[in-house]
């Protein structure tokens, strides 16, 4: 039987960790209303998080900087991911978070991804059977919300990730991908008749698809009746490289819709991540390169520059960016080290919680900087795409399942955190 702490030995982590469950107070500042998501906004902390139950783990197993690690973190709102369930199952869980959040003062951040062929069937697989069942789960899902107040992240991947994307003959007809963008319409309208929800429509990274294929597809899902997009959510580029082109996302939206009369309908038009003189960005054969490389951008910027210049900022749609896991930016693999595609997506070695989760972000069209991914779950069991091979080579273990929680990793997410993890203040879940 494990013997009994002494009290003059319980270190200050557990008092710390007490605070970090408490209910914030309720605040003063303004709270979201309708469809805008206000700068003061404070968003729903959960006290049964991965996070929080781990500090109590570490804390029983004597670990007391583990503890007040996962303290930390657990002090922090992070999005509460439907992934699965009956219509019932999620209409009375989305009814009884959003009652939770009302009783502290706060709004919940929700994240809808069950999309069919969610992840073209691969780590993260699932989603509903068919676009029937999907939208009648939607549907419950929006009325176990009601008149409450929430943020949606919606179908994160389910534009940038296309079932026309899925490979060769995935979609040879395109009725599943026309299935799939229908689906994320039905979402939207059905999210938005809530009077207090505020939807914003994934539309992957900066590192995927080109400004205009996004701007393209979130006009195609709908994005004109929601707030806005989300980007970078699971991913790990640096908040500054999402920010700048979310900005281009945003004026190539207004280009292609409210801009010359000539540019509407086009957003292939825009200039995106890829584009330079030497590759203008116009679809032809080789013109265009592999990866982005921020040291070009200033020619994309100078393209919007010269074409959307004029839009007014009251016209610029609006996204949110998941900070989650971008402290350190994107991993670069050793030179060499692997022969195919090493996944630097998936659980990338030292990466770090980036900035706190807040609706003050000082970049005018930033509704707000979000843990949108659940940091310390894994993102699937990775293999560096090393034939036969099931053991992550950077890690020297079989990663977890994409979603389970990992320890290892959520600790080391905390320590390479920049900035460096504080706890919350107190109340509040505001400040960056």
Request: charged residues 15%; proline residues 8%; contains cysteine.
């Amino acid at each position: 039987m494990r013997p009994r702490i002494p009290r003059s030995l319980v270190p200050a982590a557990l008092a710390a960790l007490l605070a970090a469950f408490a209910v914030p107070v309720q605040a003063e500042a303004q709270q979201a209303t309708g469809h805008t998501l206000p700068a003061g906004t404070r968003f729903y902390v959960d006290p049964q998080s991965d996070a929080a139950e781990q500090a109590v783990r570490n804390l029983r197993n004597h670990d007391f900087a583990g503890a007040a690690a996962m303290a930390k973190l657990a002090s922090w709102p992070q999005a509460d991911w439907f992934t699965d369930g009956t219509p019932a199952e999620v209409e009375s869980r989305a009814r009884t978070l959003t009652r939770r959040a009302a009783l502290t003062g706060t709004v919940p951040v929700l994240v809808a991804y069950n999309v069919p062929l969610r992840d073209c069937s691969q780590y993260s697989s699932g989603g509903a059977q068919s676009d029937a069942e999907y939208q009648a789960w939607i549907a419950a899902l929006a009325r176990g919300l009601g008149r409450s107040k929430a943020v949606i992240v919606l179908e994160p991947d389910a534009l940038a990730n296309l079932p026309s994307d899925c490979g060769p003959g995935s979609d040879p007809t395109g009725a599943i991908t026309a299935g799939r963008l229908a689906d994320l319409r039905y979402a939207v309208d059905a999210l938005e008749r809530q009077p207090n929800t505020v939807v914003y429509l994934d539309a992957g990274n900066s590192h995927w698809q080109s400004v205009g294929t996004a701007a393209q597809r979130l006009l195609q899902a709908g994005v004109e009746r929601t707030q806005g997009f989300s980007l970078n959510v699971s991913n790990f580029f640096a908040t500054d490289l999402a920010d700048h082109y979310g900005t281009w996302v945003s004026k190539c939206l207004w280009y292609a819709t409210k801009g010359p009369e000539a540019a509407r309908g086009h957003t292939d038009w825009c200039a995106g991540q890829y584009y330079s003189p030497a590759a203008p960005n116009d679809g032809q054969p080789g013109n265009s390169v592999n990866v982005d490389d921020p040291s070009t951008w200033h020619w994309t910027d100078t393209w919007f520059e010269q074409n959307a210049g004029a839009a007014p900022v009251k016209d610029l749609t609006h996204f949110v960016v998941d900070t989650s896991r971008n402290g350190q930016g994107g991993w670069t693999p050793p030179a060499g080290k692997y022969a195919g595609d090493p996944q630097v997506w998936c659980n990338p070695p030292g990466r770090g919680i980036g900035n706190r989760p807040t609706a003050d972000t000082g970049t005018p069209l930033v509704d707000a900087y979000l843990w949108v991914k659940t940091i310390g779950q894994s993102d699937g069991q990775c293999n560096r795409n090393i034939p036969g091979g099931t053991i992550d080579p950077e890690y020297g273990v079989v990663d977890p399942a994409a979603g389970a929680w990992w320890p290892e990793q959520a600790l080391t997410l905390v320590r390479n955190a920049s900035p460096a993890l504080t706890f919350a203040p107190f109340g509040s879940a505001r400040s960056s």
